[in-house]
């Protein structure tokens, strides 16, 4: 039926680490030395459909889908609560919806856009944190163009939005010698959000050195623009208290990419170099 391709998931992961007989107390006071116990328990579901239509020269895929997960994390230690491992439940919802159209087995259009509905709520025990709530929007165009059997270019841009995680918004620590004042909770932080650009070509060879052997190279240039760039807050070495983690106006990530790889029937291999 091609009205129907119908996925659907369910997931459920527990894990559990326990850390015990710790021996380097003596050589620092951090809770990461101590005993302590560490869980993550993950509930996750996700269901999507792809319709299917063809014509006398071009094809199209149709996929839309929803996500949905549940993350309870838990931690202590001898001492007590984690500060920089803060406990707490991590609620998305996510709608998506992708087409991927093929005309006359040449050009290749996908454009696609992701909402997110995220909920972060901090454990009791993280003092005046209230739970964060937002939407993180990611709308999409890929294209490709494929001028023959060895010749193809690509390019892609992206709009993306990610919520900060419990760790950049709850993580606190105590007084250290890079952090005098020690670093408080970021209950203020922003959603990072990123344009991103790419282009590149591809190349495929048959034959090369033996029958039915294939060569394959590909190059990516890409160009992403950030605003509020979450990272952790730079050593002030002020005696006052300081914000875990901080936005950065802005930011920018560029470089290239280079793919290669060989098969034939008795060997393989890859190489890839990025800078």
Excluded: C
């Amino acid at each position: 039926n091609p009205w129907l391709n119908l996925k659907a998931n369910l997931s459920f992961s527990d894990t559990h680490v326990v850390q015990d007989d710790a021996s380097l107390g003596a050589f620092s006071t951090s809770q990461l030395f101590e005993d302590g116990e560490y869980t993550y328990r993950t509930w996750a579901g996700k269901v999507e459909n792809t319709f299917e239509k063809s014509g006398a020269n071009f094809m199209n895929y149709l996929t839309i889908g929803t996500q949905l997960s549940y993350q309870q994390r838990l931690a202590s230690s001898e001492s007590g609560a984690i500060g920089f491992h803060p406990e707490g439940t991590d609620t998305k919802l996510g709608f998506f919806v992708q087409d991927e159209f093929i005309w006359n087995e040449r050009l290749t259009l996908i454009p696609g856009v992701r909402a997110d509905f995220v909920n972060l709520e901090p454990d009791s025990a993280i003092a005046g944190a209230p739970s964060q709530s937002d939407v993180a929007l990611s709308p999409k165009l890929a294209a490709m163009y494929k001028f023959n059997e060895t010749l193809s270019l690509f390019g892609s841009v992206a709009h993306t939005e990610r919520m900060p995680t419990l760790d950049e918004l709850f993580s606190s620590s105590g007084a250290t010698t890079t952090y005098p004042g020690g670093r408080t909770a970021s209950l203020n932080l922003d959603k990072e959000i990123s344009n991103n650009f790419e282009a590149g070509f591809g190349l495929s060879f048959h034959d090369v050195m033996s029958a039915n052997d294939g060569l394959q190279l590909k190059t990516t240039g890409f160009y992403n623009f950030l605003e509020n760039l979450i990272t952790t807050n730079p050593d002030t070495g002020l005696a006052t208290a300081v914000p875990y983690y901080v936005n950065v106006e802005k930011a920018e990530i560029f470089g290239v990419e280079v793919e290669g790889a060989y098969e034939a029937k008795y060997a393989f291999g890859n190489l890839a170099f990025s800078r």
